[in-house]
C-alpha cells in the first residue's frame, strides 16, 4: 500500500484566498484525522470521520475550515477566506478502529498564508 | 478532559547513551497511552502503545516504555542511542470509554545525538 497520501505537499497563498488540502487514506481504514501542527500549540485534532461520517469537529478553529469526505478515499480540508495565522503543517492520518489503534500519518501539507 | 504533558522541550544526548522521555497524563479511568515519532519533514510513526497488562511495553527501533498508574506516567527509554533515533518524540493519550478518535498528543520532544 502507498501509505496515506496528501496533496499539495507545500503550499503557499495570499491572505483572502481558498486554500483545499487533499487526502487519500489508506484502503480499509474506516477513520480519517485531520490534525494541524505549529510550534505554539503542538499538534491539534480539527476533525475525524468514521466510515466518511464527521464524528467530531470541535477542533475546527472557525467557520473558515470545513471539511468533507465523499467517498471513503477521499477527503478535502478546505479554508476559506485564508489568514496568515492559518500557516501551519496540516496531516491526514486514517486507522482501522480509531484513535485506539495505529494511526498511519500523511506526510503533511505545508501550508504558508502570506 | 484529558490532557498529555512531556515537560522536557528539547534533549541532547550522546550516541551510544541511555535516554528517557517523560510523558505525564491526565486522565480519570484507564487511558490507552501512545508514543509517536517523527523525522523531520514526515508525518508520526507509532512507536509502541499501552492498553492493559504488563506495564513495560516493547516497542520498534529498540525503545520501551513503562506505564505507572500511581505516577500518572509513561516515560520512553532506549538503553543506547544511535544517531538516527534524532527526530520529535510525541506522547499521546485516547481516554477509555471515551471517544474512538480523541488522541490526544503532548507538545513533543525534540532529541538531538551528539557525536
Known amino acids: 500500500d502507498a501509505g496515506v497520501i496528501q496533496s499539495p505537499r507545500h503550499e503557499v497563498t495570499e491572505m483572502g484566498q481558498e486554500v483545499t488540502l487533499r487526502c487519500k487514506p489508506i484502503?480499509?481504514?474506516?477513520?480519517l484525522f485531520w490534525y494541524r501542527q505549529t510550534m505554539m500549540r503542538g499538534l491539534e485534532l480539527l476533525i475525524y470521520f468514521n466510515n466518511n461520517v464527521p464524528i467530531d469537529d470541535s477542533g475546527m478553529p472557525e467557520d473558515r475550515f470545513s471539511a468533507k469526505m465523499p467517498n471513503a478515499s477521499f477527503s478535502t480540508l478546505k479554508i476559506q477566506p485564508s489568514e496568515p495565522r492559518d500557516s501551519a503543517v496540516y496531516f491526514c492520518?486514517?486507522?482501522?478502529?480509531?484513535?485506539?489503534?495505529?494511526?498511519?500519518f500523511g506526510s503533511g501539507t505545508q501550508l504558508s498564508v502570506l | 478532559a484529558q490532557s498529555v504533558t512531556q515537560p522536557d522541550i528539547h534533549i541532547t544526548v550522546s550516541e551510544g547513551a541511555s535516554l528517557e522521555l517523560r510523558c505525564n497524563y491526565s486522565y480519570g479511568a484507564t487511558p490507552y497511552l501512545f508514543w509517536y515519532v517523527q523525522s523531520p519533514g514526515q508525518g508520526l510513526q507509532l512507536l509502541l502503545k499501552y492498553f492493559s497488562g504488563d506495564t513495560l511495553v516493547q516497542g520498534i527501533k529498540g525503545f520501551e516504555a513503562e506505564f505507572k498508574r500511581s505516577q500518572s506516567s509513561f516515560n520512553l527509554r532506549k538503553p543506547s542511542v544511535h544517531w538516527s533515533d534524532a527526530a520529535e518524540y510525541f506522547c499521546?493519550?485516547?481516554?477509555?470509554?471515551?471517544?474512538?478518535?480523541?488522541?490526544?498528543f503532548g507538545k513533543g520532544t525534540k532529541l538531538s545525538v551528539k557525536p
Open positions: 492520518a486514517s486507522s482501522f478502529i480509531g484513535g485506539r489503534e495505529k494511526l498511519f
Open positions: 484502503s480499509g481504514h474506516d477513520y
Open positions: 499521546a493519550v485516547v481516554g477509555y470509554g471515551g471517544s474512538q478518535g480523541n488522541l490526544i
